[in-house]
């Protein structure tokens, strides 16, 4: 398992499908007041090198214990949103309304996902303020799968999906 400053570098794929305006302190302030939560510092980290957009191939999956609607043994992580309101381009800034569109639960920060399954920041354990766990949302039907504990742990948890072929 590769460590979060050696993965840092190697994160992003290629293209700018997604890409918002390089992250400022300022915008990643404002983020933490529209969404209601202190982003962890892990996910700050890897915007300011690239502010959303596509995960490498080495990168674009995380394993599962159990089954989703997805794949018996992980779920797909090929895009990260960014921060910022660039047109027609998803962030975390749309969070609440995805969230309340997708009947999914709050706190709750999505990081990645089609409308039907999402990867997100949870919230609900520690508290707005605390180090939310990432869990994987399926809206039909209601599924949920705690991923990680934390942020670092699932970024340091990825694998290329390629293995699971």
Known sequence: MARFDEI????????????????????????????GVTLPSALLDLLRVQNGGSVAA?????????????????????????????????????????????????????????????????YRACGRDGDPSVTWFESDPEVELALARDFRSFIEGLVPSHVFS
């Open 8 to 35: 840092l570098a190697t994160f992003w794929g290629n293209g700018d499908y997604g890409v918002q305006q390089p992250l400022t302190d300022e915008s990643a302030r404002e983020a933490e007041k529209v969404l």
């Open 58 to 122: 080495a990168h674009d999956a995380f394993p599962t214990s159990r089954p989703t609607s997805w794949s018996e043994d992980h779920v797909p992580f090929d895009q990260l949103m960014g921060i910022g309101r660039r047109d027609r381009t998803t962030s975390l800034l749309d969070t609440p309304y995805l969230v309340q569109e997708w009947g999914l639960p709050e706190p709750l920060v999505l990081l990645s996902g089609d409308g039907h399954s999402w990867i997100g920041l949870d």
